[in-house]
């Protein structure tokens, strides 16, 4: 009879391959997704983790430590980082989302089953790219400093679940590091000067030294969008080491759409940032006809 333990689950998912494959072509594409989730799976393993399966585009591991799962999910992101700033790998366009979750859970022929990895990836669909989401269960059971890292996402209904679940947003990759420096590995990539935001035929340039720039219905916003689906503060638009953040902070979530890229970004109390031109929708997507929209555009000013 299968025997049951604690264990925290960690869900890993790359996102981007879809335009990897139409940019680079399939052979190529899949050698970099293919030595990508070997990397992953490598820190996994360093960090004392079991991988049960790779998953396509991701994985599924488990560690006996919540402290050992947080190491491992900082250093994926920390990875993909510097695989997306090394022009030589083709692989910029790749981001990585991460989800943790603890409970019991029971091994059955080498595959783990349970509430815990139910609710992790579910938790997965809720996290932004570069994101790591972790559940109430293995927050708690993380040491203060690392508490401290994190940000409380309050109460998300996950699918397929009655009862709602306190969910964390991890503020910080590194240790030591402050949000600042969030993206510090970043360190070839040109710094973008300025944002330019359009709403309703209406031009506005934004320098870093302007943000935040707060969306929002609310008459306080930097930029106030009348509209049912928009929440009073809906994102906030932040510069973070030579890059601008958008940070959903809504009820409806924001949707980003990159000029050129068929996938849209889904932000529901996430994070991700805005390089080159595209439009983000309040509350809706950008192809649905009614929604709030936006269009933005990161350029630079020489010198």
Known sequence: MPSSSERTVLFADLRGSTSLYESLGNSQAAEIIT??????????????????????????????RPARSLRAACEMQEAIARIMSDAHTGASSLKLRVALAHG????????????????????LEHAGDNEVLITDAVHERLNRLDRQRFRSLDRL????????????????????????????????????????LTVGGVHQVYTPQQTPIVLGRSPESTLCIDDTRVSRLHARIEWHSGNFHLDDQSSNGSFVRFANEAETVVLRR?????????????????????????SFEVFSIGP
């Open 35 to 64: 030595r990508t989730i070997g990397m992953l799976s490598q820190v996994v393993s360093q960090r004392g983790g079991t991988v049960v399966k790779t998953l396509g585009d991701g994985l599924m591991a488990v560690f006996e």
């Open 104 to 123: 019991e859970i029971v091994a059955v022929d080498g595959d783990w089953f349970g509430d815990a990895v139910n609710v992790a990836a579910r938790l």
């Open 157 to 196: 209904h996950l699918r397929g679940r009655a009862e709602p679940c306190r969910v964390f947003v991890l503020e910080t990759w590194t240790d030591d590091a402050p949000v600042s420096t969030l993206f510090s590995d970043f360190t070839d990539t040109p710094s973008a000067d300025c944002l330019r």
């Open 270 to 294: 996430g994070r991700c940032v805005l390089h080159g031109r595209g439009v983000i929708g309040l509350g809706a997507p950008p192809g649905d006809p009614k929604a709030a929209c936006l």
